[in-house]
């Protein structure tokens, strides 16, 4: 599963090891990463978020890569037990100029550590607004002393940790203009004979795999929004694996038309092999605008 997550770069956090408690697991892994595409100086680059959560509290880490996957570079706010909720940093890297600026003294938290609400992130090169996060837009600009307006970055993909027994939940919006979708991952692997796995999105069954023994990575087409979205799955580690060990899915939007014919009905449908080389295409098919990529690590518990 190394290609995975291999299309954050090298730079991504790693899955923990299986031999790991799962409480370690826990710790380690309540994270959520977020890729933006934007361009800077004429050239396209990465914008990575990662909003990170353990005992000493929330934490956030902003980093900036070209294209080749250099880091321009990154800033990383320490948990609010060692640090303020409020603030901004200066930089400068080849001779341009790099301000950040973010406010979450307000902000509000669900289960994960991702903020909902009532908080800023705002990263400006050489005094133009290259992505603003949260829902305080009209503070962060009368901040940055711009006006208020779309931010010029592509929120490309993300990739999240996911902690049940049974369920999994997760929200995702594969288009700019659609809507944000629920998603609900159901498998039991417990005294078991069958395993089936089970994909609704806003309650709606899209996909079903039944002999998932047999079936344990694959990939099939399901449609969200009018557009396809390719589903991959690996749970190998949930059937024969370490018991607290994850399972990965990926969700990926693919806007090209020849897509369309491949969409069938899962009741008729036979998942293939899952491709792993087109896993290595991700990011070259991400710079260029095609889609938009979800990225799930899905933790069992004790």
């Known amino acids: 599963m190394r290609d995975f997550p291999s299309c954050f770069g090298e730079n991504g956090v790693q899955v923990a090891d299986s031999s790991s408690s799962s409480s370690t697991a826990r710790t380690a892994q309540n994270l959520v990463t977020c890729l933006y595409q934007c361009r800077l100086r004429g050239k ?28 321009l570079c990154k800033v990383d706010i320490k948990p609010w037990l060692f640090s303020k909720r409020k603030g901004c940093k200066n930089l400068e890297v080849d001779s341009s100029k790099i301000d950040m600026y973010w406010d979450l003294s307000s902000a509000k938290f669900g289960s994960g550590p991702e903020p909902l609400e009532g908080f800023y992130l705002a990263v400006v090169f050489n005094q133009e607004l290259v992505l603003l996060l949260g829902d305080l837009k009209k503070e962060a600009c009368k901040k940055i002393n711009s006006p208020l307006g779309p931010s010029s970055a592509i929120f490309i993909a993300k990739r999240e940790h996911l902690f049940g027994k049974k369920l999994y939940y997760a929200k995702a919006q594969f288009s700019d203009k659609g809507q944000i979708h629920n998603i609900m991952i159901e498998c039991d692997t417990v005294g078991v004979t069958d395993p089936c796995l089970l994909i609704r999105i806003d309650s709606k069954m899209v996909m079903q795999v039944k002999r998932l023994q047999w079936k344990f990575r694959g990939n099939n087409t399901i449609l969200v929004d009018g557009l396809p979205v390719e589903v991959f799955w690996d749970v190998h580690n949930w059937l024969f694996g370490n018991a607290i060990g994850n399972a990965v899915f990926m969700f990926q939007s693919c806007l090209s038309a020849e897509k369309l014919w491949a969409c069938q009905s899962i009741s008729s449908s036979d998942p293939s092999p899952l491709n792993w080389s087109c896993s290595e295409k991700f990011r070259d098919t991400q710079l260029q605008g095609l889609g938009f990529s979800l990225i799930l690590y899905a933790w069992k518990n004790e």
């Open 44 to 71: 396209w680059c990465l914008i990575t978020i990662t909003w990170t959560k353990n005992l000493m509290g929330q934490g956030l880490s902003v980093g900036i890569d070209d294209s080749s996957n250099q880091c």
